[in-house]
């Protein structure tokens, strides 16, 4: 749950890249670490296990300086995809502020997006959220495998696939190149922002 | 399209998805490949190009092998606990487990042990180390670690009474029979057992009763705080009944409650889960001395989850 320090005018909220293993949730992370020097406000840390894969977690903290008067802090969080992970998964997801869904345009990878945007609305639900309710943007990640001739789905069939009823802001990405990482996660800002915003009032 | 096309398309898919780590589908791919080649006849290098991809799939297999068992909760660098110290606890109880949770058991300990001294914090101490003890699996240890306390002065009796009541039933559960001393006076009664949910790291045990809560999330429905949702750390739990010190600073949140107040909606969060449910204030008091004269005491008895 995001922390409002009322005294020094202050907010530290947290958002989580949440999705299937492998779909490139450490790759956005390290592209914004690499790319928002100016926002950035300490280290990467990224915790792995074989195979590069994210074991607990990688955050990265950042501050947007102030809005309305208000001194905005971010922490970004990945969770680990991988199905055998998921009471880490759950442990990151613990007061999450806003959530990235990030989808796996592979078509091989199809049903892990699903299973895994299931696996959020589980674990939300055991922290009385509402998968409906909570900030959450959708980034459909490897366009750029496109171009090389790979079988990619189609945006719209993601959107399809996911976001039917979620009606959620959806977003093509290509994290490796940097492409589509930014406005995925100033989206997710905004929503959480406004959120919050509604929450404690703070810009009256 | 040209078999052969199809029978490049299907090795770079193969070769892209090997190298995203997409080891499961990379091997499809290839097996695909491969059947195709066994279908034509006129290719050139047919058996060395079969052989070349049947290592791919066994270097694949491997690879696979590895991340299967890579390690759930491998000790992290002091750089690493630290983190998650900070990140995943607010005080110094909550950043002790924290580390327990994401299996740093060793460390854990060492962060709990100075908090057996400090009266809020004790019991729950007490029981998470007896936890990790278990955790690392020297059942020895714990039981050593128990036998230790019941001979010195450090727990009430009650206390002592539920940390050996948690240990008994963790033993049994695993099936070791090494019965504690049971003190004179008392039963050995077991039913009563109610603190029996386990920090271990990615193997939580089935819940009996209620699990142990660290905090809890009232949601105010009436008052000045309606509609708000305000945690607070739980400092005693005993069976369902639950103990808040609630500074004198922030009397203001539960100014508008009194004894026999129902709240409908409290989140609560233990170490292996999180649930909602209903509680009544059992007894309000403000304490009169002590280190804590002024503050608060907010006993709850939860009355569904
Ligand atoms: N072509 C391409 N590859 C990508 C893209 N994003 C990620 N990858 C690759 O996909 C693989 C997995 O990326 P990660 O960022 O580690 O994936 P993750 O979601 O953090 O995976 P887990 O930690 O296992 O959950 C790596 O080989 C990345 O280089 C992308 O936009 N395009
Ligand atoms: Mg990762």
Known sequence: MAIFNL??????????????????????LEYIFKSYKKQVTGEMVSINTEGDRTLFFDFLPMGLGKIKGCDIRVQLYTVPGQIKYSSTRKLVLRGVDGIIFVADSLEVRREKNMTSLKDLQANLKEYGKSIFRVPLIIQHNKRDLADEGIPLMSVEQMDRDLNRQLKVPSFPGSAIKGTGVGVTLKACLMETLKSLQKEFKWAK | MDIRLQIKSLLSEAELYRSQGLFLE?????HAASAMIHKVDKIKNKESLLKAISAKIQSLEKKEEKVKTGPASPELSEKGQDLIKNLFGENDLQKAIALAKFGQFERAIVELTPLLKDDVYRLEAGKNIIRCKLAIGSVDDAVDQYNRWDSAEL????????????????????????PLPVPVGESVDNNTISNSGGIEFSMPEPEAELLDINSIGITFTSGAQKGKMVEFDVNFQSGDMLSLIISKRDKGLIDDLKDGDKLEEIQFYSPIAMFKGTAVIANKIQIDSGPKQGDFCLDLKVTST
């Open chain 1, 7 to 28: 005294k020094k005018r202050e907010i530290e909220c947290k958002i989580v890249y949440y999705g299937p293993g492998r779909c490139g949730k450490t790759t956005n």
């Open chain 2, 26 to 30: 990379a091997k499809d791919k290839y």
């Open chain 2, 155 to 178: 727990f009430t009796a009650d206390q002592l009474a539920s940390i050996r009541k948690y240990l008994q039933s963790r033993l049994d559960q695993k099936g070791i029979e090494k």
